[in-house]
């Protein structure tokens, strides 16, 4: 294992003189607004590192893995990050726009205002993860059990989820715009916020009694 130790901050011509040895791990280091565009970076393993701002535009990250990493503001447009492993870390704000993320997985990251627009996404895993705000339209969550994810205020227009089951989730204020819902289990969804054209998006998901009474409050109708 070729493992980089924490001594000082990395130049792109660091990062790129890595490239082509096995099992490169970063651990704790400052990457913060470093251009690293267009890299071959398949299979690196980034560990409490920072890359703030920095820009992955182009990017080949297959089957890289980033665990408790600080990287608002990071730029992933049109990057390969097929099979890749997001874990514990803070990527509000970044810039997923045309990305491959096939099979990627996000779990107990913070992903509050990303711009996931016109990404392939087959296979993408979100788990325990925070997408309030995050733009999310078009994508496919068919079938998928969706554990402790927070989509308050997101972009969810056009998003399929059909047959999907939430699990301690929110869609709390979401954006709902020709999104589907046929055969969900909304049963553990915070719907809160929703309004009567939303309510309509519903039509055929499995809602709680508590969760028709709120609706009908949102409403404004007294249930007695």
Do not use: W
Not at 22 to 34: G, Y
Not at 54 to 61: I, K, N
Not at 156 to 161: E, G, H, I, K, Q
């Amino acid at each position: 294992m070729n493992e980089q130790t924490p001594d000082q901050t990395m130049t792109r011509e660091d990062i790129a003189g890595l490239r082509g040895q096995a099992d490169v791990v970063l651990v704790e280091r400052d990457l913060d607004a470093l251009d690293l565009s267009n890299l071959d970076l398949g299979g690196f393993r980034f560990e409490r590192c920072t890359f703030r701002n920095t820009d992955f535009t182009g990017c080949q990250l297959e089957y890289a893995s980033f665990s408790h990493c600080k990287g608002g503001g990071a730029n992933f447009t049109a990057a390969k990050l097929a099979s890749a492993v997001f874990r514990s870390s803070d990527l509000h704000n970044g810039r997923f726009i045309g990305t491959s993320l096939a099979e990627c997985q996000f779990v107990g990251c913070k992903l509050m205002g990303a711009d996931f627009s016109r990404s392939r996404n087959v296979g993408l895993v979100f788990l325990e993860t925070n997408l309030g705000s995050a733009h999310l339209a078009g994508m496919s969550f068919r079938k998928q059990t969706l554990e402790r994810i927070d989509f308050s205020l997101a972009d969810l227009s056009a998003c399929d989820f059909r047959d999907a089951v939430f699990e301690d989730c929110s869609l709390r204020d979401t954006h709902l715009l020709n999104a589907r819902f046929e055969g969900a289990d909304l049963r553990g969804a915070d719907l809160g916020g929703v309004r009567l054209n939303d309510a309509r998006k519903f039509k055929g998901a499995f809602i709680s009694r508590a969760q028709a009474s709120a609706l009908l409050a949102e409403m404004g109708l007294n249930v007695r």
